[in-house]
């Protein structure tokens, strides 16, 4: 198994402003930023801008296990993966079944563009400026029934093309689930770019699930099937290390870590760490979907 540890984060890491960091940018993620938040006083508390992460960071500096657990590994290794043409499976309680073309399934769906903070289980963080679309409307357009309560999306299994799952470092093929409520939320999308680029395949091309307020784990790359479910799936993580891993995977600053805090993160290319915020500071959008839930028991 896996040991996951909030690894050291190199002097060379440490870097200034982005290229990208336009107006656009910010524009583009203004209307879900800007929606409900007391925004000066948050910003101070938060402690500062939120700059972009450099692309070369975002791509080069990696968790997708099937391409090696280093985190230079997969911008190394996942070059070869063959991502066109691209067919995905849909399963389950949902009307439009079937194997069909990544290029289909998108057909008609509106592409967004969100810079979101990212999370990760291991104390890092990141801001990144995702293409793609909302999962919602992706759910929409492929009618799931009135059983489907869960949506699971499974990563390629391909050992030839992705020589970590001839390991056993984990269970194959990564699969992770959301609840349909939290997939229906507009912050929840399926991401085919980043800086305005077609994903580089490190970071899950040709499309990988982006969820903003959970743990980076969440998010599956290289998705080959969606599967709508009538009760919540196993998932990768979940199965590997329960205790440490819940379903839910929600960024809770409250809940460490068994052998580490999530108090504090490090923002890569800063100095100092960061206090982490309640679901990754996206509590005034999301906090509603779990009401009434105990979220130190549902991790
Ligand atoms: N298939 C697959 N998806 C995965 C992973 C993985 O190992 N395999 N790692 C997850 C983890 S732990 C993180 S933090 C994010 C990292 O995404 P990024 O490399 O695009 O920043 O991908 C997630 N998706
Ligand atoms: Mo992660």
């Known amino acids: 198994m896996l040991i996951r540890r909030p690894p050291d984060i ?92 990544l290029d289909d399934l998108l057909k008609g769906i509106p592409l967004v563009d969100r810079t979101y903070r990212m999370r990760c289980v291991e104390a890092w963080s990141m801001v990144i400026p995702w293409n793609g679309i909302m999962l919602g409307d992706l759910i929409r357009k492929l009618e799931p029934g009135t059983k489907a309560k869960y949506v699971e999306f499974t990563t390629l299994l391909d050992p030839k093309q992705m020589p970590g799952q001839e390991s056993g470092v984990l269970g194959w093929p990564y699969v992770e689930a959301l609840r349909i409520d939290e997939a229906m939320h507009p912050l929840a999308l399926l991401t085919t770019g980043v800086y305005g680029k077609p994903l580089p395949n490190q970071n899950g091309a040709p499309i990988r699930l982006t969820v903003p307020w959970k743990y980076g784990f969440k998010g599956g790359k290289s998705i080959v099937r969606i599967r709508f479910l009538e009760t919540q799936p196993r998932t990768t993580w979940n199965i590997a290390a329960p205790q440490e891993y819940g379903f839910l995977g929600n960024v809770n600053p409250n809940v460490s870590h068994p052998r580490w805090t999530q108090k504090e993160e490090r923002r890569l290319g800063e100095f100092f760490k960061r206090p982490t915020l309640m679901f990754n500071g996206y509590a005034d959008q999301v906090g509603q979907l779990y009401t009434g839930l105990d979220l130190k028991a549902n991790f």
Do not use: C
Not at 38 to 57: E, F, H, N, Q, S
Not at 86 to 98: C, P, Q
């Open 10 to 101: 190199p002097a060379s890491e440490i870097t200034g402003e982005s290229l990208y960091q336009n107006r656009r940018a910010w524009l583009s993620t203004a209307g879900v930023t800007l929606a409900g938040l007391a925004l000066p006083a948050r910003a101070r508390a938060w402690g500062g801008d939120d700059k972009l992460t450099p692309y070369d960071v975002v791509t080069t500096y990696n968790n997708y296990d099937e391409f090696g657990t280093g985190k230079d590994e997969p911008a190394k290794h996942a070059g070869g993966l063959k991502t066109k043409p691209w067919m995905v499976t849909v399963e389950g309680d949902v009307k439009k079944k079937g194997s069909i073309y």
